[in-house]
T-cell receptor, first 118, second 115 residues
Framework: DAGVTQSPTHLIKTRGQHVTLRCSPI?????VSWYQQVLGQGPQFIFQ???????GRGNFPDRFSARQFPNYSSELNVNALLLGDSALYLC?????????????????FGAGSRLTVL | DQQVKQNSPSLSVQEGRISILNCDYT??????FLWYKKYPAEGPTFLIS?????DKNEDGRFTVFLNKSAKHLSLHIVPSQPGDSAVYFC??????????????FGTGTRLTIIP
């Protein structure tokens, strides 16, 4: 079975540009989350989408936006890139069951998209 | 404000011995805790979790202990194997809403198993 797939794997942008990162969840997973991992830090929550609706947003500026499509894939968009946006962007998907004992919070992560802003 | 803290950036353990990784949290609303393992060039992989209604959860060589009064959890790996060398992240969530799966991660501990 295919896991969570992300594209592109690596990309280089310059300040002021915008970027679109893409994510395909595990088949059957309806929830997709995005995390930013800066070097030396743990992943930091950006967004969660469930059934195409935003369910949560982290402490990120409005330059960050996301959406989820009918097939449950997702895009993360970042506008007006800053040097500090350089990071590994991780997408994760999770099962539809919200029962905590069934592991609703067990996120399966993709390998990430490494963004470098010059 | 670091709500989940892993105060040891690195840990080296002899193969076959026990590895103990520690994690502290400050948010009393957290009620579900997870450990993830990360190899270079890969995404974090789920290892083991524990609900706040328990104080111990075991899965093979991995055991997680939760001390709610101290707001502390630990991951024990025994016996440690070379393949366990990775960065380990502690994560926590407060499951207040349906579908709310925001995880708050610590900064990670790099575990090196010495053959």
């Amino acid at each position: 079975d295919a896991g969570v797939t992300q594209s592109p794997t690596h990309l280089i942008k310059t300040r002021g540009q915008h970027v679109t990162l893409r994510c395909s969840p595990i088949s059957g997973h309806k929830s997709v989350s995005w995390y930013q991992q800066v070097l030396g830090q743990g992943p930091q929550f950006i967004f969660q989408y469930y059934e195409k609706e935003e369910r949560g947003r982290g402490n990120f500026p409005d330059r960050f936006s996301a959406r989820q499509f009918p097939n449950y894939s997702s895009e993360l968009n970042v506008n007006a890139l800053l040097l500090g946006d350089s990071a590994l962007y991780l997408c994760a998907s999770s099962p539809t069951d919200s029962d905590p004992d069934a592991g609703a919070n067990v996120l399966t992560f993709g390998a990430g998209s490494r963004l470098t802003v010059l | 404000d670091q709500q989940v803290k892993q105060n040891s950036p690195s840990l080296s353990v002899q193969e076959g011995r026990i590895s103990i990784l520690n994690c502290d949290y400050t948010n009393s609303m957290f009620d579900y805790f997870l450990w993830y393992k990360k190899y270079p060039a890969e995404g974090p992989t789920f290892l083991i979790s524990i609900s706040s209604i328990k104080d111990k959860n075991e899965d093979g060589r991995f055991t997680v202990f939760l001390n709610k009064s101290a707001k502390h959890l630990s991951l024990h790996i025994v016996p440690s194997q070379p393949g366990d060398s990775a960065v380990y992240f502690c994560a926590a969530s407060a499951r207040s809403n349906f579908g709310n799966e925001k995880l708050t991660f610590g900064t990670g501990t790099r575990l090196t198993i010495i053959p």
